[in-house]
């Protein structure tokens, strides 16, 4: 049962279908307001620099440049190179001026060319997918 579930893991991750694309799509657009809320009570306002860890092809790279406004940047960040490429056409056709996306691993980007420090890290459907969780949290 383990294996069957590793093996499950492992194939999301490495999963870029559009059919997946679509899914975490629409995975966004579900949980939006829920976001939306769990960022008002943390505190979120303008001007914020935060980062969405695996924000596949729009996360919540949308909300979160909303309500750190103009001012403000968001930074997003997956390891699939399709899930970014979806996500640089969705930010552009929502003209999110204040939104960056990166394609790699979180564990190797070089901190000073995405920006941080940030005053949030937003991660959804991210951590489960992490070998050593503890590793990405630091």
Same mark, same amino acid.
């Given at each position: 049962m383990a294996e069957a579930i590793a093996e499950r893991v492992r194939r999301y991750i490495l999963d870029g279908s559009d059919e997946d694309l679509r899914r975490l799509l629409g995975v966004a657009e579900?949980? /939006?307001e829920m976001a /939306?809320?769990?960022f008002g009570r943390v505190g979120m306002q303008e001007g914020w620099h935060v980062i969405d860890c695996g924000c596949g092809p729009i996360g919540g790279l949308a909300v979160m440049a909303e309500m750190v406004g103009p001012a403000g940047r968001v930074v997003g960040v997956d390891f699939s190179e399709r899930a970014v490429q979806r996500a640089r056409s969705v930010v552009a056709a929502l003209q999110l001026g204040n939104v960056e996306?990166?394609?790699g691993d979180i564990h190797e980007l070089n901190a000073t060319a995405v920006g941080s420090p940030f005053d949030l890290a937003y991660t959804r459907l991210f951590l489960m997918?992490?070998?050593?969780p503890v590793r990405t949290l630091s």
């Amino acid at each position: 049962m383990a294996e069957a579930i590793a093996e499950r893991v492992r194939r999301y991750i490495l999963d870029g279908s559009d059919e997946d694309l679509r899914r975490l799509l629409g995975v966004a657009e579900a949980t /939006r307001e829920m976001a /939306r809320s769990a960022f008002g009570r943390v505190g979120m306002q303008e001007g914020w620099h935060v980062i969405d860890c695996g924000c596949g092809p729009i996360g919540g790279l949308a909300v979160m440049a909303e309500m750190v406004g103009p001012a403000g940047r968001v930074v997003g960040v997956d390891f699939s190179e399709r899930a970014v490429q979806r996500a640089r056409s969705v930010v552009a056709a929502l003209q999110l001026g204040n939104v960056e996306l990166f394609a790699g691993d979180i564990h190797e980007l070089n901190a000073t060319a995405v920006g941080s420090p940030f005053d949030l890290a937003y991660t959804r459907l991210f951590l489960m997918h992490q070998p050593d969780p503890v590793r990405t949290l630091s």
